[in-house]
């Protein structure tokens, strides 16, 4: 059976689809034994992970998720993403991330789900892909590495790299390992591929490219805008750029995958040794979803999560049932 490599993009809200996308594989029994994450995407794999899918229809945090009232979006930042938003933010930064609230609300308190997650680790390969702001430069955190075993310790260095790897500025502070400034993975790369490029127990991959989106028509909104709205369309605008930093580059990240695996079937080779790392040439799946929204601080939209669950559970769908 092919054995698959999924990539868990980073995206905001966007991410619900990519859960979508790891349900539908799991309803068809495709092996995922490989995930590489970012973002958000940290959040979505963790959930895949702790799912009892013989009791379970869908993940457990998913679940609570989308039984929310579509009015109730604050819940969905404390059940989803692990968040406590401060009633008054100060400094620099929106939200405030407290570790041991965000350890529970993702269910790592539960002994039960505890069980799970060591036991999908001993079939999935996990890393979290982070930015080193300090050093300049990506870091993969191995959850396999850092959950070998499953104690106090081990779970609140699993937190510092979970958290260090969702951390987007200005929303959140920046978060310190071992004296270094970490931010999330999508800085450099938020599609992060290589690392199942180098897999050989990785058959295919299969990506979500969110890159689809209308900016031309969201900067003739802004443009078009009255002066007197400045500090709104100011926020708008700040959303807008931040996203095109972490999504536009996945265009690049994409070519570059398209550009090993021409190489390799040019060459006649299935794998190459370049710099002591072997790369193998793999089949790519993309689902592209069209215009979707981010909406990583926006309240003007509540129902998104469970629309964009829902297209990436039969776009999945579909995408598999070709393949």
Partial sequence: MTRYGFVASGGGYRSFYTA??????????????HIA??????????????????????????????????????????????????????????????????????????????????????????????????????????????LRTI????????????????????????????????????????????GLFQDPDVDEIIAVDFTDYDYHVELEKIYGSSVFTLPLTGIDTHLLVSDLQLTLPNKRIFAQAELVNQMLEAMGKSSLEIGGRTWWRKKIHILRPHNLESMTISLKDATAQKRYFELGLAEGSALFSAA
Avoid at 20 to 33: N, Q, S
Avoid at 174 to 193: H, Q, R, S, W
Wanted: aromatic residues 8%; proline residues 5%; contains cysteine.
């Fill in 20 to 33: 979508g996308a790891l349900v539908a594989l799991k309803r068809r029994g495709l092996p995922v034994v």
């Fill in 37 to 146: 994450s970012t973002s958000s995407g940290n959040n979505i794999t963790l959930d895949y992970l702790l799912w009892d899918a013989e009791t379970e229809e869908l993940p457990p945090v998913l679940t609570r998720t989308m039984r929310l009232s579509v009015k109730d979006i604050f819940h969905v930042f404390s059940n989803f993403l692990g968040l406590r938003p401060s009633l008054l933010p100060t400094g620099s930064h929106l939200f405030t991330v407290d570790k041991d609230n965000c350890r529970k609300a993702l269910l790592l308190d539960d002994p039960r789900r505890l069980t799970i997650l060591a036991e999908a680790l001993r079939a999935v390969r996990w890393e979290i892909s982070a930015t080193n702001l300090t050093k300049r430069a990506k870091q993969a955190f191995s959850i396999n590495d850092i």
């Fill in 151 to 194: 104690d106090d310790g081990s779970i609140s260095r699993f937190m510092d790299a979970f958290l260090a790897g969702i951390t987007t500025i200005p929303y959140f502070k920046a978060i310190v390992i071992d004296g270094d400034y970490f931010i999330e993975g999508g800085y450099l790369d938020n599609t992060p591929l290589a």
